[in-house]
């Protein structure tokens, strides 16, 4: 089955610490997606990242990276010198697929915190 | 260019009673998704719409329901409100292919008294 785990539910840090938020996945799928998102306060969730299982290679935007190892089934997320605006949920996800069809599955977030 | 947008914002009802929410996708989506957010309980799948047709159905029960319009809108259907239905409902869009990222609305969040 597949199944996204999000072991850290919050998180504290002050500005400019990095952080790195941990996400690891079960899926029987021998090529499959990952994603990331980000919920601020408003609500919205907003795409962060997609990941192909085929690329392990490490992904940087800006102050966020990921690093994908599929032997340890993990996808984890660092904001390095973290601001107070990074303060939101973020969400680990994982399409399911049946068939034709397919639905994301997240994880349960984590709530990340930047104090000033 | 819009982003998908969720009406209304606030709904407050009280147990027994119906609630109708709303979605409209970006315009060019086919696919419209609807996640429950209960706190807690982190974002659970509730149903899949594509070309008209509901495609997929999470672990709800019947009194969930949906459609979708011809122009792509969205409406979910909460009937016999429970206070555990309690929650932010977002809605999500897409271009309906396989593993490609979804735009989310602000959600709708529906309190039951």
Redesign the interface.
């Known amino acids: 089955a597949q199944k996204v785990t999000q072991a850290q539910t919050e998180i504290s840090v002050v500005e400019k610490e990095d952080v790195t938020l941990d996400c690891v996945y079960e899926t029987r799928d021998t090529t499959y997606?990952l994603?990331w998102?980000k919920q601020p306060p408003?609500?919205?969730?907003?795409?962060l990242i997609?990941r192909n299982s085929f690329d392990e290679q490490n992904e940087i935007s800006g102050r966020y990276s990921w690093n994908f190892q599929k032997s340890t089934s993990s996808f984890n997320f660092t904001i390095t010198a973290s601001q107070v605006v990074d303060s939101a949920v973020y969400?680990c996800a994982l399409?399911f697929?049946?068939g034709a069809?397919?639905?994301?599955?997240?994880?349960?977030?984590i709530t990340l915190s930047v104090r000033p | 260019e819009a982003g998908v947008t969720q009406s209304p914002t606030h709904l407050i009802k009280t147990r027994g009673q119906q609630a109708t929410l709303r979605c409209s996708p970006i315009s060019g989506h086919t696919s419209v998704y609807w996640y429950q957010q209960a706190l807690g309980l982190g974002l659970q799948f509730l149903l899949w719409y594509d070309e008209g047709e509901e495609r997929n159905r999470g672990n709800f029960p019947p009194r969930f329901s949906g459609r979708q319009f011809p122009n792509y809108s969205s409406e979910l259907n909460v009937n016999a409100l429970a206070r555990e239905d309690s929650a932010l409902y977002l809605c999500a869009s897409s271009q309906g292919l396989k593993n490609e990222k979804l735009f989310f609305g602000s959600g709708t969040q529906l309190s039951v008294l």
């Open positions: 997606y994603f998102y408003s609500g919205e969730l907003v795409f997609r969400f399409p697929l049946t069809n397919s639905k994301l599955t997240f994880g349960k977030g």
